[in-house]
């Protein structure tokens, strides 16, 4: 009911940037907290940043001062901007979503199917 579309991941020299965009579509009648998680091989799924509706922010403690997130309310989408990237933010990054679908079908809470991004030379 609920989809969401991810782009901008991408191979990166150490010290680059990348933004990562996240799209979401369907029957939404409100969102909560839209956020960022990565997975790197061998490790367990980990929060990176999330928004709220307010647009308050958290960060993990690696990412703090490099990576902003960011929201367009009006059309569902949350960024990822990702300066200074060091080779250990390389992992699959994964979009999530949590909102209600309409005042009688309940909240809904949605990933992404999950977008690589290499930081190497």
């Known amino acids: 009911q609920v989809q969401l579309v991810e782009s901008g991941g991408g191979l990166v020299q150490p010290g680059g940037s990348l933004r990562l965009s996240c799209a979401a579509s369907?029957?939404?009648?409100?969102?909560?907290?839209m956020g960022w998680y990565r997975q790197a091989p061998g490790k367990q799924r980990e929060l990176v940043a999330v928004?709220?509706?307010?647009?308050?922010?958290n960060y993990a403690e690696s990412v703090k001062g490099r990576f902003t997130i960011s929201r367009d309310s009006a059309k569902n989408t949350v960024f990822l901007q990702m300066n200074s990237l060091k080779a250990e933010d390389t992992a699959v990054y994964y979009c999530n979503v949590r909102g209600r679908l309409s005042p009688t079908q309940g909240d809904f809470d949605s990933w992404g199917q999950g977008t690589q991004v290499t930081v190497s030379s």
């Open positions: 928004i709220t509706r307010s647009g308050s922010t």
């Open positions: 369907g029957s939404i009648f409100g969102i909560y907290n």
